[in-house]
C-alpha cells in the first residue's frame, strides 16, 4: 500500500459527460502528480500541484482541469468526454515539489471507460 | 527525442532463470534519479527500485537489482529467479533534477511473460 488513495477505482461513462477524479496524497506528500496513462500514448505527465498551486503542466488538454485543496487531496476533472480520453489516470506524491530526484507514490489508479 | 527509451516491447523468460530489461535515458542533467515500477494486469504502479546519479553502487532490491552504467546512460533491471508473479508490464522512469516540479518520465514498457 503506498498511502495514496485514488477514487472511483473504475469508471463507466458516455460521451461529453463529465467526470471528477479525487486523489488523496500520502500523509505529509505536499505535491500531487497527474498521470494519463492509454495504450497508444504510454503513461503521460498531465499536471503537478504543490501545496494547492500549479507547479508544472504537461500534456494536458483543455478539457481537463485540476486543482489541489487546503487538505492536499486533489481532483482532476474531465469533460467533454470523448472516446479517446478512456485510459488510466494515475495520481502520485511526494514530499518535494521542486527539484527532486526522490520516489514518487503512486495510486492504483481510477480506470476510465468512455462510451 | 526519446529521454527514456527500453526498447524490448516484450521479453519471455523461464521460471527461476534471471532476465535482463534494457533502459537508457537521455540528460544532460547531473542529478537524477532512475527508477524502475512494476505494473501487473490489475493496474497499479508498484515501485521496485531506485538509482540515483551519484550512487556509486548499483541499486540492489531482494531479487531485483539495477545494472547502472552511466558513461552509456543505462539503467538495466535485473530480475534474478525469475518467478510466475513476475509476469507484468515493467517500465524505466527518470526524474531530473533540473526539472521544476521534478515529474516522472516513463519509458514505453517491456511486457515480461515467465513460462513455467
Known amino acids: 500500500d503506498s498511502g495514496v488513495t485514488q477514487t472511483p477505482k473504475h469508471l463507466i461513462t458516455a460521451t461529453g459527460q463529465r467526470v471528477t477524479l479525487r486523489c488523496s496524497p500520502r500523509?505529509?506528500?505536499?505535491?500531487v502528480y497527474w498521470y494519463q496513462q492509454s495504450l497508444d500514448q504510454g503513461l503521460q505527465f498531465l499536471i503537478q500541484y504543490y501545496n494547492g498551486e500549479e507547479r508544472a503542466k504537461g500534456n494536458i488538454l483543455e478539457r481537463f482541469s485540476a486543482q489541489q485543496f487546503p487538505d492536499l487531496h486533489s481532483e482532476l476533472n474531465l469533460s467533454s468526454l470523448e472516446l479517446g480520453d478512456s485510459a488510466l489516470y494515475f495520481c502520485?506524491?511526494?514530499?518535494?515539489?521542486?527539484?527532486?530526484?526522490?520516489?514518487?507514490?503512486f495510486g492504483e489508479g481510477s480506470r476510465l471507460t468512455v462510451l | 527525442a526519446q529521454k527514456i527509451t527500453q526498447t524490448q516491447p516484450g521479453m519471455f523468460v523461464q521460471e527461476k532463470e534471471a532476465v535482463t530489461l534494457d533502459c537508457t535515458y537521455d540528460t544532460s542533467d547531473q542529478s537524477y534519479g532512475l527508477f524502475w515500477y512494476k505494473q501487473p494486469s490489475s493496474g497499479e504502479m508498484i515501485f521496485l527500485i531506485y538509482?540515483?546519479?551519484?550512487?556509486?553502487q548499483n541499486a540492489t532490491e531482494g531479487r531485483y537489482s539495477l545494472n547502472f552504467q552511466k558513461a552509456r546512460k543505462s539503467a538495466n533491471l535485473v530480475i534474478s529467479a525469475s518467478q510466475l508473479g513476475d509476469s507484468a508490464m515493467y517500465f524505466c522512469a527518470m526524474r531530473e533534477a533540473h526539472n521544476q516540479g521534478g515529474k516522472l518520465i516513463f519509458g514505453q514498457g517491456t511486457e515480461l511473460s515467465v513460462k513455467p
Open positions: 502520485a506524491s511526494s514530499v518535494s515539489g521542486g527539484p527532486s530526484t526522490g520516489e514518487l507514490f
Open positions: 500523509s505529509g506528500d505536499l505535491s
Open positions: 538509482q540515483g546519479s551519484y550512487d556509486e
